[in-house]
């Protein structure tokens, strides 16, 4: 029998995971909740309802793993354990700072209700945490590095959309190839915040808005640029539409460590992901996990469990013999 | 109370287990097994006697983890059985198409005893496995690419030092830079055993060898040479000394996948390790693990296992909250 899988929240993450469950022999799409009016929302796969999310309760003997698609700010934090009480769940939940907190939450909801609820999977935190993970395990004596990009930050480019003059604009985040290289060859170089990446910026004016101003007034936001090289483009809707509406993202975990009687050997790990699209990278992650996630349930785990509590083989449809002679 | 190792061989693996044993806060080295005499073998570590390995019974309740240092020739397929019927033990057996056949003996032992018992933990098979599997359980659609290299093939270059007339000689496997380029960026290249690496040989000739007719044996030898260019460098032997005494090596894992609802979206997940010691760096990871072994064992697990089995939490010795806290 396949795997049944709920999606909660029919946006990019919502699609991406939609069109990953589609591609995995093992599992079924059995609904997609909303909180639009389920008329308005036209999916992709022929013959699965979309439901009102008021009446997920209804649903919880008929799908195994729900994936949340919801966003990490306001979403997540509520619907994750409120979820995590009628179904076995999974999220993407991406605020570093906040894991320890929703772990609890969702620990608990979770273990109240005898279900498994997965969180923050995805490539960062996710695909990145393992890497950090083992490299450290690996070579205690060391020096981490995480570099993002190229690729879109939602919330520079909304920074900079809000500023006044500004019709349109993206933001890439870009690692700075130097202080790559030296990473990568060993220099364990102390970076700072601008050695790191830069900033580039295109943008979109309204009429008459004031170029000089607004270049300004990004350069030096605090938080946001004021610490960064940045580059601003000024291009006009059409060039925006044509070369500025991907979302391509990807990053670079390093981890350079020591060996030997007198510390003389180094070693570099390097993680690199290079990414067409950041929603459905990380919904393939999802999928993979919800996969875990219905194993480690039929097993008899239950609580908040995240991508450091799963063994790889989990994420497999091949049995251990298979795996242990087709990739060890 | 720290974990006790024993150590079962005391050459560059055995060593540089010690090494790492020693650098983990968590573990202490109770004993070094050794086939040879055991006055004859001097160890870093004071006051941790070195015994001979037909007394190991003996040391069956005095340690946690045996870790075996043999090679995966005709070393390890015996003493891993054999072990796993004493102690919890690890090994880093690395002959591919053999792991189902040692699987099978090992687990026996091991169920048969009550023991957990690893195998082929390091970075190929190890690290360079695990990355196959998450990458390929994440990407099902894709195509599959591993390097070796810059580092010394053993098996190479001891088939050199066969050759009449050669008096010393070291191979390197170098991971050719247009076929890393071409995967790197997507083009899901099919390459040839000759496109994907050079063999690089340094040979010290006898007095009066034949320079040409030894390059000439190299480069047409079946199986080892003459399906890849083959470049052949005669040097003296206080060079030879000088510049290829070490043991680096590397290599890289890639896997390229396509997403989307027309497969249009590509991703490019690669690994890449670059190693100043290839024993050190095995024998970190071995060490990592055996703190796993001792984790599954005190859980109650028995039998075989190898890394697609482990929860990366268990290679740590912090907290799960610890590890949420400052590595997700």
């Known amino acids: 029998m396949k795997?049944?899988?709920?999606?909660?929240?029919?946006?990019?993450?919502?699609?991406?995971?939609?069109?990953?469950?589609?591609?995995?022999?093992?599992?079924?799409?059995?609904?997609?909740?909303?909180?639009?009016?389920?008329?308005?929302v036209k999916i992709l796969t022929d013959g699965v309802p979309v439901v009102k999310a008021d009446e997920m309760a209804a649903w919880a003997d008929k799908i195994d793993v729900l994936i949340l698609c919801g966003g990490s700010a306001t979403d997540l934090p509520v619907q994750t354990p409120q979820c995590a009480a009628l179904f076995n769940v999974i999220d993407s939940f991406d605020t570093h700072a906040r894991i320890p907190e929703h772990f609890a939450n969702v620990?608990?909801?979770?273990?109240?209700?005898?279900?498994?609820?997965?969180?923050?999977?995805?490539?960062?935190?996710?695909?990145?945490?393992?890497?950090?993970?083992?490299?450290?395990?690996?070579?205690?004596?060391?020096k981490d590095y995480t570099f993002w990009g190229k690729g879109v930050s939602q919330?520079?480019?909304?920074?900079?959309?809000?500023?006044?003059?500004?019709?349109?604009?993206?933001?890439?985040?870009?690692?700075?190839?130097?202080?790559?290289?030296?990473?990568?060859?060993?220099?364990?170089p102390?970076?700072?915040?601008?050695?790191?990446?830069?900033?580039?910026?295109?943008?979109?004016?309204?009429?008459?808005?004031?170029?000089?101003?607004?270049?300004?007034?990004?350069?030096?936001?605090?938080?946001?640029?004021?610490d960064y090289n940045t580059i601003v483009h000024f291009i006009d809707e059409d060039e925006f539409k044509a070369n500025h509406s991907g979302m391509a993202h990807g990053g670079f975990v390093f981890r350079s460590g020591k060996t030997g009687i007198n510390k003389e050997n180094k070693h570099i790990i390097e993680y690199r992901l290079t990414l067409d699209s950041n929603p459905e990278f990380t919904t393939s992650v999802l999928v993979a996990?919800?996969?875990?996630?219905?194993?480690?349930?039929?097993?008899?785990?239950?609580?908040?469990?995240?991508?450091?509590?799963?063994?790889?083989?989990?994420?497999?449809?091949?049995?251990?013999?298979e795996l242990r002679a087709h990739f060890l």
């Not at 109240?112 to 997965?118: D, F, L, P, T």
Request: net charge negative; with cysteine; aromatic share 6%.
């Open 3 to 40: 795997t049944r899988i709920g999606i909660l929240g029919y946006g990019n993450l919502g699609k991406g995971t939609e069109i990953a469950v589609a591609a995995a022999e093992d599992m079924e799409l059995a609904v997609v909740f909303t909180r639009r009016d389920p008329a308005t």
């Open 107 to 142: 620990d608990q909801a979770a273990k109240e209700n005898g279900h498994v609820a997965m969180i923050s999977v995805g490539w960062d935190p996710g695909l990145f945490s393992l890497n950090r993970v083992y490299a450290n395990a690996i070579l205690p004596d060391g």
């Open 155 to 188: 919330g520079h480019s909304d920074a900079v959309r809000r500023i006044p003059g500004v019709k349109n604009a993206k933001q890439y985040t870009i690692p700075v190839e130097k202080a790559l290289e030296a990473v990568r060859n060993g220099e364990d």
């Open 190 to 226: 102390e970076l700072t915040t601008r050695d790191k990446h830069l900033r580039e910026c295109f943008v979109v004016l309204q009429d008459g808005a004031d170029a000089a101003a607004v270049e300004k007034q990004i350069k030096e936001m605090p938080n946001y640029f004021a």
């Open 289 to 321: 996990y919800a996969r875990a996630v219905k194993r480690m349930y039929d097993e008899g785990q239950r609580g908040c469990k995240t991508v450091l509590d799963v063994p790889p083989a989990y994420l497999c449809t091949q049995s251990g013999d």
